[in-house]
């Protein structure tokens, strides 16, 4: 699958990092579902997505008729399969919790097509730990974003042992797309790349 194929996005997770990565595709034309375990998350999500899209504005960093289309893309729900059953790309940014995660992983490569490439937004755990609960180690890897993702546009696309020259080229070509600029750590790290230099400044 190449970057121009990828069509519908799913988020897992619609908390600090999740909601702001759902409206980041959204604005960029994808289709997105976005899932949290409770309306209540979704809620909140989407009143922080709709403060977010007007103070872009207000920066005049978009118009108003580019955030007034953004959450017709974003179709929200609390039920798994819908959010990901379609899903190209899929996001998983759900608490630092590797047995959570390992447990979504595996659900996602129950569920979603054979194709779907599935990446976790975690700031240190190693893609192969969640790799070796899919079927599909190839198509796993992290896709870490700064925070806030709508302001700052470094992505970490960190491969695990088994992923594929393809899944990360795909991702990389994804994010350029969308304006932002990915960097590739080609071997999984403690801390991957930007932290490692955060740590290493701060010591200094």
């Known amino acids: 699958m190449k970057a121009d194929d990828v069509k519908q996005i799913a988020v897992v997770g619609a908390g600090l990092m999740g909601h702001g990565i759902a409206q980041e595709f959204a604005l960029a034309g994808y289709a997105v579902h976005m899932h949290a375990r409770t309306e209540a998350s979704l809620g909140t999500a989407r009143a922080h997505i709709e403060r977010n899209l007007d103070y872009l504005v207000d920066l005049g960093r978009l118009s108003r008729a580019q955030a007034d289309a953004a959450p017709s893309r ?15 790309v899929v996001i998983e940014s759900v608490f630092e919790d590797l047995d959570l995660k390992r447990r979504i992983f595996q659900q996602l490569d129950e569920v979603c097509p054979r194709h779907t490439l599935l990446a976790s937004n975690t700031s240190g755990l190693m893609p192969s730990s969640f790799a070796s609960a899919t079927r599909r180690p190839d198509k796993v890897l992290v896709a870490h974003y700064a925070n806030p993702p709508y302001l700052v546009p470094l992505v970490e696309i ?23 600029r990915p960097i590739i750590a080609q071997k999984e790290v403690p801390g991957f790349i930007a932290n490692r230099l955060q740590m290493a400044l701060l010591r200094e």
């Open 74 to 88: 974003l179709h929200a729900t609390t039920r798994f399969e819908e959010a990901v059953e379609n899903a190209d």
């Open 158 to 180: 960190v491969r695990g042992q088994d992923t594929s020259d393809s899944t990360v080229s795909t991702l990389f070509e994804l994010f350029k797309k969308m304006g932002k």
